[in-house]
């Protein structure tokens, strides 16, 4: 089982530039998630879904989009990339509430 | 307000110690799930435990032992005998909230360093 997928792995961009950062499931998990990791600050939650067609802000959306057209694609888009947003990105879905996060390999995103 | 705390930064014993990482949780909610995650120099999260929060049994998987405890809203990790591919990054999180509000919350985690 693939799981949950990320892509790209790394990814350098310049200020200013846009991207879209991708997470696929294969697993029927209508919970996904978007957090993020900076260095000593554990995950901050970006956007969540619970389910194809429904977003909701988590505790750091600024500078971010999201969208669920699907049950197994939640695509993470940064707009007009800034040296804030240089972090490791994490994709995670889950089946129903409590049972626990599936994260993807992660995204480590570098803004220049 | 709902929140996690690791108060260990920092954590370096010699393998074959015993370690016992600390999670405070603070929440108002009365249903509410704990966890903890690993996150070793590869970098990849893995899932470790779960419990609700109406069974406060310990837990023991070989060398890995939870202990919850609602009275002093704690959730502390204990490793026995630690071994150097313990070494790792160990998050706690709790997660809040009924139907759509499903979110997990990450405490800042421990870096737990084994020495050999």
């Known amino acids: 089982n693939a799981g949950v997928t990320q892509t790209p792995k790394f990814r350098i961009l310049k200020i200013g530039q846009s991207m879209t950062l991708q997470c696929a499931q294969d697993?029927?998990?209508?919970?996904m998630y978007w957090y993020r990791q900076d260095p000593g600050m554990g995950l901050k939650l970006i956007y969540y879904?619970?389910?194809?067609?429904?977003?909701d802000k988590g505790e750091v959306p600024n500078g971010y989009n999201v969208s669920r057209s699907t049950t197994e694609d939640f695509p993470l888009r940064l707009e007009l990339a800034a040296p804030s947003q240089t972090s490791v990105y994490f994709c995670?879905?889950?089946?129903?509430?409590?049972?626990?996060?599936?994260f993807g390999s992660g995204t480590r995103l570098t803004v220049v | 307000a709902q929140k996690v705390t690791q108060a260990q930064t920092e954590i370096s014993v010699v393998e074959k110690e015993d370690v016992t990482l600390d999670c405070v949780y603070e929440t108002r909610d009365t249903t509410y799930y704990l966890f903890w995650y690993k996150q070793p120099p590869s970098g990849e999260l893995v899932f470790l435990i779960r419990?609700?929060?109406?069974?406060?049994q310990n837990e023991i998987s070989g060398r890995y032992s939870w202990n919850f405890q609602k009275s002093t809203s704690s959730f502390n990790f204990t490793i026995t005998a630690s071994q150097v591919v313990d070494s790792a990054v160990y998050f706690c999180a709790l997660s809040v909230g009924m139907n759509r509000d499903d979110k997990i919350i990450f405490g800042k985690g421990t870096r737990l360093h084994i020495l050999p």
């Open positions: 419990r609700n929060s109406f069974d406060e």
């Open positions: 697993m029927n998990h209508n919970y």
């Open positions: 995670a879905s889950s089946t129903d509430r409590g049972y626990g996060y599936t």
């Open positions: 879904s619970v389910g194809a067609g429904i977003t």
